[in-house]
């Protein structure tokens, strides 16, 4: 059965750390490109960062660049999101996505994870 985990949320003060974890179980997802995105109250869905099934191709969202890193754990099938420079602005459900292509629009991903919750505090 496919599915995505989220794992690694919380709260902390701005400037602090933390590291997202998704682990995908289905076999498909070995060849999928695995995205992160986020949402925030009253706020679309928005593309913070994404990496192509080989760990190669990775991409940000402008205002992580920097701050964020993507990458992937092929034998566990997991991802990674570490996120450090957080910022308040940066508060939202963070989203694991799965798509067979590098995708930036959320309206074109099928499997989703049931997010986690980032707060970080001024």
């Known amino acids: 059965q496919e599915q995505l985990v989220e794992s690694g949320g919380g709260l902390v003060q701005a400037g602090g750390s933390l590291r997202l974890s998704c682990v995908a179980s289905?076999?498909?997802?070995?060849?999928?490109?695995m995205a992160w995105f986020r949402q925030a109250p009253g706020k679309e869905r928005e593309f913070v960062a994404y990496?192509?099934?080989?760990?190669?191709?990775?991409d940000y969202a402008d205002s992580v660049k920097g701050r964020f890193t993507i990458s992937k754990d092929l034998a566990k099938n997991t991802v990674y999101l570490q996120m450090n420079g957080l910022k308040p602005e940066d508060t939202a459900v963070y989203y694991c996505?799965?798509?067979?292509?590098?995708?930036?629009?959320?309206?074109?991903?099928?499997?989703w994870g049931q997010g986690t919750q980032v707060t970080v505090s001024s």
């Open positions: 996505a799965a798509h067979p292509n590098l995708v930036q629009d959320a309206t074109q991903y099928h499997y």
């Open positions: 990496i192509g099934w080989s760990g190669i191709s990775i």
């Open positions: 289905g076999r498909q997802f070995r060849t999928y490109a």
